[in-house]
């Protein structure tokens, strides 16, 4: 596994495995006989939306929405969402790689919201603790974290280590805790 200097090690391949599993059993419980709609937050949802929907039983149809709200490290605080979905009456579970201040999901889930789905559920695969500027109802969340800014499984820092199979935070990003 290449873990690049600037890189400290946060969850392992196994570790993330184990807990989509763990996730998707629980998603799948809930929503028994019920077709499920997953939306994936694009970009930094995709890899973990496409390990989710492998792992999950039942009847599931897959969605991705464009929201960006971050430059560089630092979320903007601007978010900027596009799609053409339509969710009535679908049940809808969101696809979240990670909320830290909150504002792209309230959005997003105002927006969904609107269109009056039968059901609408949010699941993030990590949870940045002490950072909501707005609360946000999570259902299912795979990793609690502290306030790093961390890179892999999907999420990227200028585009950059979206394809690394680990989670990973950069040691010299700017960071509350430090
Ligand atoms: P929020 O609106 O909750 O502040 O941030 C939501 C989005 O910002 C996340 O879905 C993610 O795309 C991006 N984001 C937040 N924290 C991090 C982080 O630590 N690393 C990366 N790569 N993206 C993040
Ligand atoms: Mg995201």
Do not use: W
Not at 3 to 14: A, G, I, K, M, R
Not at 52 to 70: D, E, P
Not at 105 to 110: A, G, L
Request: charge should be negative; aromatic fraction near 8%; hydrophobic fraction near 40%.
């Amino acid at each position: 596994m290449y873990l690049p200097e600037n890189l400290e090690l946060l969850y392992t391949p196994d570790q993330i495995q184990q807990k989509v599993i763990e996730l998707a059993e629980q998603i799948s419980i809930d929503y028994v006989n019920k077709e499920l709609h997953l939306v994936g937050v694009l970009k930094g949802s995709f890899i973990f939306l496409a390990d989710l929907a492998r792992a999950l039983r039942g009847q599931i149809y897959v969605h991705f929405l464009h929201a960006s709200s971050y430059a560089s490290t630092q979320s903007t605080g601007k978010v900027e969402i596009r799609h053409g979905l339509r969710l009535k009456n679908k049940h809808v579970l969101l696809v979240e790689d990670i909320l830290d201040t909150g504002l792209t999901s309230s959005q997003i889930i105002k927006d969904i919201q609107m269109q009056h789905p039968a059901s609408m559920k949010v699941c993030t695969f990590l949870s940045k603790r002490g950072t909501r500027q707005v609360s946000v109802e999570t259902d299912y969340v795979g990793y609690t974290i502290d306030n790093h800014f961390v890179v892999g499984y999907g999420m990227d820092m200028n585009e950059k280590y979206r394809e690394l199979s680990y989670i990973a935070y950069l040691k010299d990003a700017p960071s509350d805790n430090d």
